[in-house]
């Protein structure tokens, strides 16, 4: 009660079989509101407050940090997928 909340989700989102259409998302939230999000369709980040926006001109000029974000796509999303795809759809 009367503190801050904060917490940071990622998504993986597909409907292909074959992953193709893969996309993720990083969302950063504060106090429920999502302040800045990283959607790898977008291929940056995007501020949806002050600080937000403020935070997506700073990240999005380091090009580390971008290429770690793009990187999820293959590293996170598409290898938790084919796992779970495999354990779960592939069975006949």
């Known amino acids: 009660a009367n503190g801050y909340y904060f917490s940071r989700w990622t998504k993986c989102i597909h409907s292909s079989h074959d992953l193709s259409d893969m ?3 990083d969302n950063y ?5 999502v302040f800045i999000q990283y959607n790898s369709t977008v291929g940056q980040f995007v501020g949806y407050t002050e600080l937000g926006v403020h935070n997506a001109e700073l990240w999005n000029k380091d090009p580390n940090l971008l290429q770690q974000e793009r990187g999820q796509v293959e590293g996170y999303c598409k290898h938790n997928a084919e796992i779970r795809q495999t354990a779960i759809a592939d069975k006949t």
């Open 23 to 25: 996309v993720y998302i």
């Open 29 to 33: 939230i504060f106090n429920k509101d």
